[in-house]
C-alpha cells in the first residue's frame, strides 16, 4: 500500500496531533510527520476512529501548527532491525544511532510489541547466576530468566550497584555466550556516561547494546525504548542463543512518560494520576523475561526503580511487585550508615531463590544457613529498636548476642567493596563466621549435621 | 545559560523559586483544561523539570583550541509546608545529584546554614575522593566518613537520652555526644555577618575537623582509662577550639598548633590524675 500524506491536523495538544479525515489508519501505525520548515519527526497512531487518528509524537511538538503539518501514515507498526552488528552500538531512544556509527541494516525488522511467550513452552528458570555480592547470592538468589528489580530512591547508589551486578554476573556452569542490553528511560547523561565508562573498564562494551533516552530527550520515546531493547534481547537470546542480562532504568521515568500521554488523551486517572492500565502496561515488558523450552538463551531482567519519597507503597513499586519475581531493596538507613550495597534483606525477595540453590547448584548448607541468617538478623534489628529504648545494658544476654550478630552481618556480610566479586563459597562462609557468636543450640534453622560439617570448616578457612 | 558553552565561562546559575514556577505550570495547565497527574500539576512536570537540569554540564566549546565552559545548577525548592514528598520536590530529586536539605528546625536553633547533615547528600563524593587527596590531605576522606558516622551515632543516641537523660548513658557515648557537638557547634555552625566566619577555606576547614576528631580519640582513649566524660568536658581547650572558627585564615595554623599543645598537655593532666586516684 502507498503510504498516503495527510495535511488535516485538527489539533496538536501536548505530544499529542489530531488528525481529521483518516479512514485507514491502524493501531499503533508508524506516522512520519513534516512541519512547516520540512523537518521530519517520527509518530505512532495511538487511537484510530473513523474519520480521526490521533498521533503520538516522539518528539517535540513546539512549532508544529495546524495549516502546513503533514503526517504521512507508513502502513506498518514500530519495527527495529536487529543484527549481530548492534553489540558494542549505542542507540538513541528510537532505536537510531547515537554513536556516530553507521545506520543497522538487516533483513531482519521485526515487530518491538513482541508476542507473548507460550506459557507451555516456557521454561523454569533454575540456573543460579553468582553476581558475586553477597546479599544477593547468599540470601536472594538471582536465577536465568528471572526479572528482579531495584527498588531504590533518589541520591541512592542503584547505578553503582546495577553495573557491578552487570560486570561480575556469571553462570558457574559453563562459559557460554553472555551479552547486555541496556535501556535508559529519561536518566541524566551522567548516569548515562557513567555506564558506558563501566562496561568500557571492563572491556564489556563490545558485547553490550545500549538504547539511550537521555533526560533531556523527548519523554515520548521512553513508551518505546525499552521493547526496543527487549525485542534486541530477545533476537540475541533466541537467535544467537546468547544469555542476555537486561537493565531497564529507570521504570519511573517510563511510567511517568505514560502518564503523560494518557493525561494528554484526558483519561480518568487512577491512583497519582496513573492510567488504569498502568499494571497491564507493565507486564507487557517485564514478562518479556524468560526461557523458552528448547532454546538454548535467556533473558534475565533487572529493572530499575526510584520510589518516589522513598514509598513503596507507591503505584509504580507497588504494581511492579506484583509483576516480578521479588525485589532487591536499597535502604537509605544502611546508606547513611555508610554500608555498600545497601541492600535490606528483609525488604528484599527472590521468589525463585529455591529453584537456584542447594545441592548441585550452589551449596547444601545455602537454604538453612540463609533462613538463620534472615531469623538472626531480624531477631537482632528488633533488638536494636529495644536497645534504643531500655539501654543495651538491659537486655538479656542472648539478646545482646543477636544485637552483635545483625552488627556482624551489616559489617561483614552485607558491606563489601564496588569491585569485589565473591564466589558463592566466599559467601556462604562468611555467614558462617557471622553466626559464629551463637551456640549451636541456638542454630535452629540449619540441620545439625551441616552445622557439624560447615560450622567448624569455615571457622578454619576463613581469616576473618 | 548558553553563554557558558560560548564563551567558555564557568557559570552557576541560581534559580530561586522552583516551586514558584511549577506552581504557574500547574496554573497555566489548569486554564488548558489538562487532564492532572499528582497534587494537580500537570503529568508532564518531572519532564520539564529534567530538561531544566539537563542543561547543566561542562563542555569543550567548538574552536581551534580545546576550552571547557561549564554552567552548574542550583535549584531551590521551596515546598509548602517543608514537604518534602510532594511532586516539585521528588521530581528535582530524580534528576539531580546532590541535595542541601535545609531544616527548619535547625534554623529556628539558628543553626546556619541550617543544612540537615544527615538527610542531604552528595552522589559527587566518591568522583570527588581523588581530588580532595591531592588538594587538601590524604585523611580528609577518612574525616568526611568519621565525621559522618558521629553525629549518624549521635542521632541515634539523642533517642535514648530522650527518654532516659544524658546521665544515664555510658561514659564512651557521653564522649561520642560530646564529640558530636562540638562538630555541630564549633565546626558546621558558621555565621555569615562575622567577617571571618563566614567564609571557611577548605584548608581551615580540615584543620578544624581534624582538631575536633583528634580530641575525640583522645577523649575516647582517655574514657577507657577510667576517666568520666565530665571531667573532660571541664577541659579550657574546648573554649579555645570553638574559637578556631574566629580566627583569620593567616593566624589559623599557628592557632591551632597552640590548640593542640594544651589539648595534649591537658590529656596527659588528667591520665596523672586517674593513675594517682587509682
Redesign the interface.
Known sequence: MQPVSHKTVNQVA?PLLFVDKVENAAYGEMVEITNAVGERIRGQVLDSRAGLAIVQVFGSTMGLNVGQTSVRFLGETARISVSDEMLGRVFDGLGNPRDKGPTIVSKQKVEIVGSAMNPYSREEPSEFIQTGISTIDGMNTLVRGQKLPIFSG??L?HNALAAQIARQAKVLSASESFSVVFAAM?I???EANYFIRQFEETGALERTVLFLN???DP?MERILTPRLALTTAEFLAYERETHVLVILT?M??YC??L??I??????V?GR??FPGYTYTDLSTLYERAGKIKGRKGSITQIPIL?M??D?KTHPIPDLTGYITEGQVYVSRDLD???VYPPIDVLESLSRLMNQGIGKGRTREDHRGLADQLYACYAQGKDNRALS??V?E?ALSETDRKFLKVAERFEKMFVKQGINEDRSIEQTLDIGWDVIAPLSDSEIKRIKPEMIEKYRRRATTTTTR | MRNGYLIAASVVFVLAGTSRWAEALREISGRLE?????EGY???L??RL??F???S?RAVVLGPDERTGSVSVVGAVSPPGGD??E?VS?NT?????V?WALDASLAARRHFPSINW?NS?S?YTDDLRNWYVANIAKDWPAFR?EA??IL?KEA?LQ??VQ??GYD?L?ESEKGTMDVAKMIREDYLQQSAYDPVDTYSSIRKQYLMIKTILDFGHMEAEALKTGATATQVAAFPVKSKISKIKWTPEEQVEAFIKEVEGDMAQEFAGLKQEIKVQQ
Open positions: 501536548g533518589s541520591g547508589p529519561g541524566t547523561s551522567e537521555l533526560s533531556s519523554s529507570d519511573t521515568n511517568e512518560a502518564r503523560e494518557s493525561a494528554a488523551r484526558d483519561e486517572p497519582r494520576g526510584t518516589p519519597a514509598d547513611r550508615g555508610g534504643a529504648i539501654g545494658e | 489538562e487532564m492532572p497527574g499528582e500537570p503529568a508532564y518531572g519532564r529534567a530538561e537540569y539537563e542543561r554540564g518534602f514528598s511532586p521528588q530529586l530524580r534528576v539531580t545529584r541535595f544527615l547528600y552522589l566518613s559522618l558516622e549518624q541515634e533517642d535514648i527518654l532516659v544515664a555510658p
